[in-house]
């Protein structure tokens, strides 16, 4: 696949932006997929200066986004079938991807048990970490080969996976949405999804698409140090596919206390 200088679209067609500092994987994965025609992609080689990806994404959105979808994508996502036809009739309201978390409510529960000698009731409910949207992935990642539960319709999330963000050119250009420097490498996706929701009320959604993401990151110390700046910024209880928040855990904080622990 031969890919020049950025291409200017026009209205209605899908703008597909990737960073890549290994062609060869490009070549393999998102440059073999169906429905991704070489018109459609701008490529910024990284093989030499490794720009972070909110500079290249901004970059982007700035000085070369047309009019019509816009879809930041991972070298090493691949599509089985054709995106077009699933996203050109979506609503430009929403922020969307191929898989996402969100914190949903669970059981309320009623533990009473003793601390210091002195009973103690304690009351709440519990939280879980639903992954919406299936994606297909390495077995040595992921054993069954899938992650994530398939969905029909376009169910609202927390956040989207970075290795795939659809979004309009008009909603980005509406609310002069951007990607947040400061995560270079991690969360920078997350980050898109919970300002735009802080800010403006922008919701995040899934769509179900067959494709698959074959690569995944490095838990070095630049994730770690993103993840804590990402809990920091955004207020409230929120989960990624790369996150998940400790008021989704509180079950396990029963493991080691005596008592009696009802669901209601």
């Not at 990284?46 to 970059?59: D, E």
């Not at 898109?192 to 929701?197: D, E, Y």
């Not at 929120?238 to 400790?246: G, N």
Request: aromatic fraction near 12%; charged fraction near 20%.
């Amino acid at each position: 696949m031969s890919i020049e200088a950025a291409t200017q679209t026009t209205v209605g067609d899908l703008q597909v932006v990737c960073v890549s500092h290994r062609r060869e994987i490009f070549d393999e994965y998102l440059g073999a997929s169906i429905g991704i025609d070489d018109s459609a992609v701008r490529f910024y080689d990284n093989t030499g200066a490794n720009v972070a990806i909110p500079y290249r994404y901004n970059h982007f959105i700035d000085n070369e986004m047309g009019a019509g979808w816009v879809m930041f994508a991972h070298h090493d996502m691949r599509f089985e079938e054709d995106p077009w036809p699933l996203i050109r009739n979506l609503p430009t309201s929403s922020i969307y991807g191929v898989v996402g978390a969100v914190v949903v409510p669970g059981r309320r529960y009623l533990h009473i048990g003793r601390e210091a000698g002195r009973l103690r009731i304690t009351r709440g409910r519990f939280r879980h970490v639903r992954c919406l949207g299936q994606v297909k992935c390495q077995t040595d990642l992921y054993p069954p080969g899938v992650f994530g539960e398939p969905v029909e319709d376009f169910p609202v999330v927390d956040t989207v996976d970075c290795c795939c963000i659809i979004v309009h050119s008009s909603l980005i250009r509406r609310h002069g949405l951007r990607f947040d420097p400061q995560f270079a490498w991690h969360f920078y996706s997350e980050d898109f999804s919970l300002t735009a929701k802080a800010r403006f009320g922008i919701e995040t959604r899934v769509v179900q698409i067959d494709c698959g993401h074959y690569g995944f990151g490095t838990l070095d110390s630049a994730f770690h140090t993103a993840q804590r700046k990402l809990v920091g910024k955004h207020a409230g209880v929120f989960a990624s596919t790369c996150y998940l928040p400790p008021a989704a855990t509180e079950i396990n904080s029963f493991a080691n206390r005596r008592g009696l622990l009802l669901q209601l």
